[in-house]
């Protein structure tokens, strides 16, 4: 006979798999004919757009695309050059019976973009990315185990877990369109060499099974204009919101992940005469709302009747708590190789983001455009390194979140004050092993007569439910009958509960 343990159930979402994957590409570009030759390579500016995530029987594959604007001085003539470069990528995760219910979120991060100047002509560019993914399926989950009516002479004993769990994991596409005037404060590029998208999520509000998303677009775009051909730059902000059904009216907090799938930027002529910017930007929203419950289940059981084996279910569940942001500052002085008479533009960019060993680490790479001693324009790289601790716990990298670079030329020097925001969320995993079902032995029902009525035992350091498991008895019997049962150094009365 086989007794099963019911009780209320709950919808969540199981995170089931998690990998990391990493891939290197590499695209090489030529100078346009029109252009001059390159003396030196002067700054590099890059991005990642995510534009599909694949679900099938094998696995996920996601997909994207790398771009990358780099800005060079040019032989004999004033100002820097750009060549805009763009790669397509592929990740592939092999994850085995993926069931087409399942649901994958991704988190896209440039680790690295580098340079090489193949010939005074031609370049190449080498792009480093990583693609974090999570997949999720919907489980029903027993909250609140009830021992059935007709229990047979079992005994139960329960344990209460609290877990905070996704119990809603949607996604939904957005667009941004947005025309931007320049201020009299801004410089009003010729042509536009690089555009750096952003979008910051500042609030998550339910309102029934209705999640209302606010945040804001930043853009920085890089222009090119003037007789000095020397590279602008402007920043932009607009507002956005977006209402999205998740399923679910109840919540803790949510984690939203923005992809960026696309984003294009022209400088256009308004009707007034003047110059503007028109932006279309396109992303994916990534939701994860998660909800603590109160689970009661059965962790062991046993039958005063008969023999009995125990059916258990153990589940792993990863637990994230919501997103911060981490700050990590460094402060360097930084050798330029030359005299700075002149600091232009200081063109920083994040990357290595990692958290190993309960550690946060990241670099800063610092793209410096000056003019020398001589007067004349020149270039030079340095990277700068930062990490911190993560107050002991594990922590998932969810992306990267404001970076700020104050310089002070000196001489041949700089000193640099960088400080770099790390979007992130601790994560732990926890287990929960409940006992679903008893099956007892009807055949091998014990004999009544042949147990003692009353048996006199030393506690020695057993529980309780230990002692009355062994002598077919019961805690609540065994606590009427002895005036101090909890004194693990006396003697107990344990009497027979059939």
């Keep these: 006979m086989e007794i099963s343990f019911e009780g209320r159930e709950a919808v969540i979402y199981r995170e089931f798999a998690y990998q990391t994957r990493r891939t290197q590409e590499t695209a090489e570009c030529v100078v346009p004919d029109t252009d001059a030759d390159i003396q030196k390579i002067a700054a590099v500016q890059s991005g990642v757009l995510l534009k599909s995530k694949d679900l099938s029987s094998r696995g996920v594959t996601v997909s994207g695309e790398l771009y990358a604007s780099v800005l060079y001085i040019r032989e004999g003539e004033p100002g ?24 994958a979120q991704v988190t896209l991060l440039l680790q690295g973009t580098d340079v090489r100047l193949v010939n005074p002509r031609k370049i190449s560019v080498t792009f480093d990315v990583e693609g974090l993914l999570s997949c999720y399926r919907s489980e029903s989950l027993n909250v609140d185990a009830i021992l059935p009516e007709d229990a047979a002479g079992l005994h139960v004993r329960t344990e209460q877990h609290t877990l905070t769990l996704p ?34 999520v500042r609030d998550c509000q339910l309102i029934g099974s209705k999640m209302i998303v606010k945040g804001s677009v930043e853009l ?39 992809e960026i799938t696309g984003v294009y930027v022209d400088l256009i002529d308004t009707i007034s005469g003047e110059k503007a910017l028109d932006m279309e930007l396109h992303a994916v929203l990534q939701l994860i709302c998660c ?13 005063n009747l008969m023999p009995s ?7 792993e569940y990863a637990i994230s708590a919501a997103a911060e942001a981490e700050t990590l500052r460094a402060e360097e002085r930084i050798g330029l190789m030359e005299e700075c008479a002149e600091l232009l533009h200081v063109f920083a960019s994040l990357t290595r983001l990692a958290c190993d060993n309960e550690k946060l680490s990241a670099a800063v790479t610092l793209d410096f455009i000056f003019k020398n001693g001589e007067g004349k324009l020149t270039a030079c790289r340095r990277t700068v390194t930062m990490s911190g601790g993560s107050g002991g716990q594990e922590r998932r990298v969810l992306g990267a979140g404001q970076l700020t670079v104050d310089t002070k030329p000196d001489g041949e020097y700089v000193e640099c004050a960088v400080t770099a925001e790390i979007l992130c969320a601790a994560c732990e995993r926890q287990s929960v092993s409940a006992v679903s079902g008893v099956v007892l032995s009807e055949e091998g029902a014990y004999v009544q007569g042949s147990l003692p009525t009353l048996t006199l ?9 230990t002692l009355a498991k062994r002598y077919h008895s019961s805690e609540e019997k065994i606590r009427e ?18």
């Excluded at 009299?184 to 979008?199: G, I, M, N, S």
């Excluded at 035992?457 to 439910?465: C, I, T």
């Design 291 to 303: 909800e603590q419950r109160e689970i009661r289940c059965v962790a062991d059981a046993y039958s």
């Design 167 to 200: 119990n809603a994991v949607c996604e939904k596409s957005v667009a941004v369109n947005e025309q931007f005037p320049f201020t009299d404060a801004q410089a009003v590029p010729e042509a536009l060499l690089w555009e750096k998208p952003r979008l910051v």
């Design 220 to 258: 920085t775009v890089l222009g090119l204009g003037g007789e000095d051909a020397l590279p602008t730059v402007n920043a932009f902000s607009t507002p956005f919101s977006q209402i999205i059904e998740i399923g679910a009216e109840s919540m803790q907090y949510c984690t939203v992940r923005p």
């Design 309 to 315: 084996q125990l059916k258990r279910q153990q589940q």
């Design 80 to 103: 820097v050059g750009c060549i805009r470069v763009r790669k397509p990528f592929t990740l592939e995760y092999e994850l085995e019976g993926l069931e087409s219910e399942s649901l």
């Design 457 to 465: 035992v030393r506690r020695e350091g057993e529980s309780l439910w």
């Design 481 to 498: 009958l002895n005036e101090d049962p909890e004194n693990s150094a006396r003697m107990l009365l344990i009497p027979k509960c059939i």
